[in-house]
């Protein structure tokens, strides 16, 4: 057998793990190793160009971006306005309160990294559509049950909303996009 049918045969095996392989970083991870077997194969039929793109832009490049994006998806950031027991963030930027234990519980759940920022009133228009925000934390001065508002679009939201269901003070405003508050 020669080493190219060889490495053909690696090719499909590896095509097939990951396609069934349930983590995203392994599956990158291998699809590196898929690029840098298929530049190998571009080498061995005498095209060392295309080769060396293929293990420039196939395997390192992209594999890069990849792994930057699935990290930048496990963090729940979250933008509050009060600061309340319900939600405090400490002068030393440790988060407390029964807020904060709930959306804790439920980043951990998730496997999601919960980061909590402070920000006093201002303008919040366009914050949810224009940053990588996941949920903002407001309190209606009428009802005083805490508001958590979040992008409708969000698989997330939905699985927020049937948690906080047992919470009567607390409630999950689904916005579309564009919206901003109500």
Known sequence: MTISI???IILIVLALIILRTKNLLKSIILLGVFSLIISL???IFHAPDVALA???IGSAISTFLFVIAIEKQKEFLVISHIHTDFLHIGEDGAASGDGYHLLKEFC???GLKLKVDFREGGDIKGILRDRNIDLIIDR???SKKYLLKAKKSSLITQQLIS???AHSHIRVIALEDRETDE
């Open 163 to 165: 948690i906080t269901q």
């Open 108 to 110: 951990n759940h998730l």
């Open 41 to 43: 194969l571009y080498f």
């Open 140 to 142: 209606d001065a009428k």
């Open 6 to 8: 060889f490495l053909e």
């Open 54 to 56: 293929e293990a420039a």
